[in-house]
């Protein structure tokens, strides 16, 4: 299971990672950006691509299995 | 040569953390990548680990995310020990020790306060207990509420257009059920943007299909014979049958426990220097007591070091970072908390954002794009110099008004060559409501001066 979080404050809507995850990531109107809070383990590689590709470095995510919560 | 204060410190030193949030989670996180080896306390109310609320009045109202899901990613380990479900009840600062409503007390080297804020109740009582009716702000509301929303409420009232009131409704819209939003001033987010966007606002509620009521007061909540909330009666004379009511009327801060304990505590927060330390009442700052996050109140040289309260997530963070690397440096390796106020809000599919202090500007001008478009960009303007920015579907350009504030760059601006719209070119009254005449709290509050302050006071600059 994945931990993300979006600091929205940075993002700008360049909906690379809409393109790249779409079932974790989705342009809501033209910039907003909504997204799960609480990806599936499958979804892994997609939002580590996600994350590298996003142009102002916006998204944090953690692999929650290999934390110490 | 024998080890330094600060050395022993961060060898074995014991840093307790009240608060279990955004600002909590991110100075932990900063004091471990700093080098803190002692042990580490994270104190909180609730019974989770540390979760995002943004997502509760978006993804989880519209049933894309569980209110459930939303625990925060870490940084790294921070190998703490958590002392959660129980709310710190009061402070003892000559004996360094924090007290918990379970009778323990944990001693600390170090205190960090992020105690943030809880929703505002609906001040009568005996209303706000009948079924159906909602504040927003924990894990718990957000959930209490997806799943009221989910059953397919005849119709929810929301009481307070601020910018939590404004999600909801949104949201509600999104999902095909009726709302009411009943707004004390003349339109949606007055408080943080004023009038002019306010209007804004409002067409944007009217256009999706909301009932926006303005200029009136929410007197009384109904209930039926079983205790659920069936009607709302407006000081217009109006009745608004309703079977899900949100309360959405500010935020309080959670100061009640330092009640006593001689900090600079009170309803408008604990007042902290810019390096994030906090006043003693007798204005003299303390050297163990540190504060981020919501709770804090802190001078900000970019807005003539009056204390600023910032509701803000980014300011949580940002305040966070800097209070962990304060607590660890000597004075001369200390650094100021100078962090730009920044928000953001997205609701009927625009997204809204700002920076700087727009409720300090008492003029605003229009720069870029146009408001009947719901494209535009804004700038408030405060005795002759920039002071806030505003974008509609516009958030490139915020960097740009960004560093216009940062520079106190002259108003109206001088870049009139950017775009040219009929609505833009002159700046026009910012129209903030009289500050005295509280609604919905705005999210950036000036509070003064005063380190001491323990009273509400509100400041009117204008009107």
Not at chain 2, 167 to 196: N, Q, Y
Not at chain 2, 309 to 321: F, M
Not at chain 2, 327 to 348: C, E, K, N, T, Y
Request: glycine letters at 12%; charged letters at 25%; aromatic letters at 6%.
């Amino acid at each position: 299971m994945l931990r993300l979080v979006v600091d929205l404050n940075r993002c700008q809507g360049y909906a690379q990672c809409a393109f790249l995850a779409p079932d974790v990531f989705a342009m809501h109107g033209d910039e907003g950006l909504l997204y799960d809070p609480q990806a599936e383990a499958a979804q892994r590689e997609r939002v580590a691509q996600a994350a590298a590709a996003c142009p102002v470095q916006a998204i944090l995510v953690e692999d929650a299995e290999a934390s110490d919560a | 040569m024998p080890e330094s204060e600060l050395e022993s410190l961060k060898s074995r030193g014991r840093i307790v953390v009240v608060g279990a949030s955004l600002a909590g989670l991110r100075a932990a996180e900063t004091l471990r990548e700093k080098g803190f080896k002692g042990t580490l306390t994270m104190i909180g109310d609730e019974p989770y680990e540390p979760y995002d609320r943004p997502p509760l009045s978006k993804q989880v109202l519209l049933g894309m995310a569980r209110a459930e899901d939303t625990a925060l990613p870490r940084r790294r380990d921070i190998e703490a020990e958590w002392r959660l479900g129980v709310p710190a009840s009061g402070l003892d600062m000559a004996g360094r020790r924090v007290k918990l409503a379970d009778g323990d007390e944990v001693p600390y080297d170090r205190l960090l306060i992020a105690t943030g804020v809880r929703a505002r109740p609906w001040p009568n009582e005996a209303e706000g207990e009948l079924d159906g009716v909602f504040v927003l702000r924990t894990r718990a509301d957000g959930a209490g509420l997806a799943r009221r929303l989910e059953a397919g409420p005849r119709r929810v009232l929301v009481i307070g257009a601020g910018f939590t009131g404004s999600e909801i409704a949104s949201a509600c819209r999104e999902r095909g059920l009726e709302v009411t939003v009943a707004e004390r001033a003349d339109a949606p987010l007055v408080g943080a943007l004023g009038g002019v966007v306010g209007a804004v606002a409002a067409e944007m509620h009217r256009e999706h299909g909301v009932d926006l009521r303005t200029g009136v007061m929410v007197t009384r909540l109904e209930g039926d014979a079983g205790g659920r909330v069936r009607a709302a009666h407006l000081s217009d004379g109006a009745v608004v049958e309703c079977d899900v009511v949100v309360v959405c009327l500010g935020a309080q801060r959670n100061t009640e426990w330092l009640a006593g304990s001689g900090l600079g505590a009170g309803p408008r927060g604990i007042a902290c220097d810019a390096g994030c330390r906090a006043f003693g009442i007798t204005g003299i700052v303390t050297d163990d007591i540190y504060v981020a996050g919501d709770v804090a109140r802190s001078p900000h040289p970019l807005f003539g070091y009056q204390f600023l309260s910032l509701e803000h997530w980014g300011n949580a963070v940002s305040q966070a970072e800097t209070a962990a690397h304060n607590m660890l440096s000597d004075s001369a390796g200390r650094r100021p908390h100078i962090w730009v106020p920044a928000f953001w809000s997205s609701q009927f599919g625009v997204n809204i954002k700002s920076v700087g202090v727009p409720t300090m500007g008492t003029e605003i001008m229009i720069t870029q794009g146009s408001p009947a478009e719901r494209r535009f960009a804004g700038v408030y303007g405060y005795q002759g110099r920039i002071i806030g920015a505003v974008t509609f579907d516009n958030a490139r350009w915020l960097d740009f008004y960004q560093r216009q504030i940062e520079a106190t760059a002259p108003f109206p601006p001088e870049f009139s060559n950017v775009d040219r719209r009929p609505e833009g070119g002159r700046p026009v009254p910012a129209d903030f409501p009289d500050p005295s005449v509280p609604t919905h709290g705005p999210t950036v509050t000036l509070s003064g001066y005063s380190p001491a302050d323990r009273r509400m006071t509100f400041t009117p600059a204008r009107n």
